[in-house]
């Protein structure tokens, strides 16, 4: 086998890895992509196991873009939201739940290492000995790093236990309800303490701050269907799914420019993703389906 079939044949693989540590996925393709010299430069007959030297040279990669990425954040205007991805049926649901906007979002609290050794190790089941070559450490010290990465997202990761047709069928109506501007159903179907967070990137216009409690996220949402109502484009709607979570994609004309993620835990919307910022949405539905 060549090069080229070995990297494609993984190329999944990669774009999951690349995409957890770096939650953006137009960087993660990018990160996939900007490895492929090094990888085509190698002796094949001198690599035991292809699959391992790829994901080495991938989140190497990954981790010099996620430092980059930490200090152009510094500046970024209003929340960051990662950058959604389509996700099917079919995908693997322990996967889903680890490239959730909620785990993301956890990752994000890493340091750049510790969410490498992270993925690599409790999303994937990579060896330590293994993430310790990636990463530059010995064994000890990656194993140490695993532990205090796991004990900090599980203090920190959300236990909710969702029903997604239930989750579906609260979306569906919690649109329909945003559209005619019943805030009073609205409210009904949010939890005392839901949230909303919008990501425009400074790029269009968003709330600079998440939006907090029933009431104010309900009008918050009736707001802005109302504004989508008198705009001038033609809107279209359509439902999907978003890194594991039911999802509105919002076309004005033709263009995609919302995509609202919706968490539904216990029958109630407990946290609403806006993802407006064009940067991250252009390259939607066309990355790789995520694999192990």
């Not at 393709?29 to 085509?40: G, H, I, K, R, T």
């Not at 999303?123 to 010995?138: C, E, M, Q, R, T």
């Not at 909303?196 to 216009?205: E, L, Y």
Request: proline content about 4%; overall charge negative.
């Amino acid at each position: 086998m060549r090069h080229a079939e070995h990297f494609e044949q993984h190329r999944s693989l990669l774009f999951t890895i690349a995409y957890e540590i770096l939650g953006t996925a137009a960087d993660a393709e990018d990160a996939v992509q900007d490895s492929y010299p090094s990888w085509a430069s190698v002796n094949l007959s001198e690599v035991r196991d292809p699959r391992a030297f790829l994901v080495r040279i991938v989140t190497r990669r990954a981790l010099d873009v996620l430092r980059t990425q930490q200090r152009r954040r510094e500046s970024y205007v209003g929340p960051w939201l990662p950058e959604p991805i389509a996700t099917d049926g079919d995908a693997d649901a322990e996967l889903v739940e680890y490239v959730s906007m909620a785990m993301l979002l956890v990752l994000e609290t890493l340091s750049p290492v510790e969410r490498a050794v992270f993925v690599l190790r409790e999303v994937f089941d990579f060896p330590y000995d293994d993430i310790a070559n990636v990463v530059g450490k010995s064994t000890a010290a990656v194993r140490q790093i695993a532990h205090r990465a796991r004990e900090h997202v599980q203090a920190r990761r959300q236990r909710f236990t969702s029903d997604t047709q239930r989750a579906t069928e609260v979306t569906g109506a919690f649109l329909l309800a945003a559209h005619q501007g019943d805030i009073a159903a609205l409210v009904d179907m949010l939890a005392p303490d839901v949230v909303a967070i919008s990501d425009g990137g400074g790029v269009v216009s968003a709330a600079r701050r998440p939006v907090h409690g029933a009431d104010r996220v309900a009008r918050f949402l009736a707001g802005l269907t109302s504004k989508a109502n008198r705009a001038p484009a033609e809107v279209t709607m359509d439902f999907a799914s978003c890194n594991g979570l039911p999802a509105l994609l919002v076309r004005e004309d033709g263009r995609l420019s919302l995509v609202l993620l919706v968490e539904v835990a216990e029958g109630v919307i407990h946290t609403l993703y806006l993802l407006r910022n064009p940067e991250k949405l252009h390259r939607f539905g066309h990355t790789p389906q995520i694999a192990r």
